[in-house]
């Protein structure tokens, strides 16, 4: 069965970066769209980056251009997402997911979700 297991969440100051894992098994990784969503207590989960089968960049949410980097590796069927120049408002749980289509990835109508990583932005 599809897995995707995120790593890399936990606690930074301000202005500090981390770099989050996505290892995914039970797929054709190469072929496969790839996310990033993040989620805050009480809000919609929300789309923040994806990247499609050979690298071209799908987009990034406004939040987070210019400080995110999305990136894959399909030697190691795993997706990364480069967190720079972060904010307390960036605390949230980020999960990784996948999807069929640019427009449904960045919708959230996705196949395939992982359970989630904490982050968490200190001021």
């Known amino acids: 069965q599809v897995q995707l297991v995120e790593s890399g969440g936990g606690l930074v100051q301000a202005g500090g970066s981390l770099r989050l894992s996505c290892a995914a098994s039970?797929?054709?990784?190469?072929?496969?769209?790839m996310g990033w969503f993040r989620q805050t207590p009480g809000k919609e989960r929300g789309f923040i980056a994806g990247?499609?089968?050979?690298?071209?960049?799908?987009d990034y949410s406004n939040s987070v251009k210019g400080r995110f980097a999305i990136s894959r590796d399909s030697a190691k069927n795993t997706v990364y997402l480069q967190m720079n120049s972060l904010k307390p408002e960036d605390t949230a749980v980020y999960f990784c997911?996948?999807?069929?289509?640019?427009?449904?990835?960045?919708?959230?109508?996705?196949?395939?979700w992982g359970q989630g990583t904490q982050v968490t932005v200190s001021s």
């Open positions: 990247i499609g089968p050979s690298g071209t960049i799908i």
């Open positions: 039970g797929l054709t990784f190469s072929s496969t769209l």
């Open positions: 997911a996948t999807a069929t289509s640019s427009p449904m990835l960045v919708r959230g109508n996705c196949g395939y």
